[in-house]
């Protein structure tokens, strides 16, 4: 289906959103985003999504897609090419760049450029956009790693995508108003709870609200859009798939924004103790190898990482366990 009949289809503002005001507010946002055409992340980087998850998709399949991409071809070399990725030779065709790096990277790397490229583009400001974009690419690699170590029954690529678009509202949110959102950090600081600060700047919508209603416009899948809810119900057993991806994908972006602003990841751990069994010190030695692997993917990432103190806040969270565990 066109672009255009798909926008005709389902316009997210005349979605029953329960209020007036929300649709109002709703009708601002996008209109401060410019939605008039679909970004390139429905076009391009969705058909990387959509054959990579094929298994039997080849190298040259997935490469002839990517090179229709002016700046996913650059990006993909230059990760390709980069320290933490390179072995040997330089890398100078896409074919070669999608073999040495894997169908499931280029996965997550299409989908985390296009991001980062799309929201660039929006003029906003960098420090708000660079520690978004950083937090929710630690979070997705630590949501794909944990599936990995703790075998939960669900695709570690599937956790990654869903994990790291999970806060797509707040990034938003940072980029487009971006005074609106220091005026709610500032009240969560003092004590209030972020929805409520969101629902009072808002017209009463969440930044899940937001998000999900821009993931809808982009016609991402509903499972990524159920991933989006800040509080999902349990999982009631390892067959659940759908409530383990939107578990994951919380308990991942918290831990990390806890190690980010300096709060004890240990509390909010807690709700999650039958996902998996958490132990904070091998949990926490995952978040310390994530800032080179997260760091390879851009500039930005890296100059986010960088505000962020991730490194040096990630250490010393993780000392002070193993001086625990060494007790």
């Not at 709610?184 to 009463?204: H, N, P, V, Y």
Request: hydrophobic letters at 40%; proline letters at 4%.
């Amino acid at each position: 289906m066109h672009a255009r009949a798909r926008r005709q289809k389902r316009n997210p503002v005349e979605q029953d959103t329960g209020s007036v005001l929300k649709n109002q507010k709703l009708t601002e946002i996008f209109a401060k985003m410019n939605l008039g055409e679909l970004p390139a992340i429905s076009g391009h980087v969705n058909e990387v999504l959509k054959i990579t998850l094929n298994k039997r998709a080849s190298v040259s399949c997935v490469s002839s897609v990517i090179l229709q991409d002016y700046s996913l071809t650059n990006k993909v070399l230059q990760v390709a090419n980069s320290a933490y990725y390179i072995r040997g030779m330089r890398v100078s065709t896409i074919e070669r760049a999608v073999a040495a790096l894997g169908l499931e990277v280029v996965r997550e790397l299409a989908v985390s450029i296009s991001l980062i490229e799309e929201f660039l583009k929006s003029g906003g400001e960098k420090d708000g956009l660079s520690r978004q974009m950083a937090i929710s690419l630690l979070s997705a690699n630590l949501s794909k790693l944990l599936v990995e170590k703790y075998k939960i029954p669900v695709s570690p690529e599937e956790a990654y995508v869903c994990t790291l678009l999970h806060d797509l509202g707040r990034i938003i949110m940072t980029i487009y108003f971006p005074d609106v959102y220091r005026r709610i950090e500032a009240g969560t600081t003092r004590g209030s709870s972020e929805d409520a600060m969101c629902r009072l700047m808002f017209k009463q919508l969440t930044f899940h609200e937001i998000g999900a209603e821009i993931a809808r416009f982009w016609n991402f899948a509903d499972t990524i859009i159920a991933c989006m809810d800040p509080t999902p119900p349990e999982a009631e057993s390892l067959v659940d798939g759908l409530h383990l991806l939107q578990n994951l994908a919380v308990f991942s972006n918290l831990f990390i924004r806890d190690i980010c602003d300096n709060r004890p990841p240990h509390i909010m751990a807690r709700r999650f103790k039958n996902l998996f069994p958490i132990k904070m010190l091998p949990v926490l030695e995952i978040c310390l190898s994530l800032g080179d692997t997260v760091g390879s993917v851009s500039g930005v990432i890296r100059y986010g990482l960088t505000k962020l103190k991730y490194r040096s806040k990630c250490i010393a969270v993780t000392d002070k366990y193993r001086k625990k565990a060494a007790a």
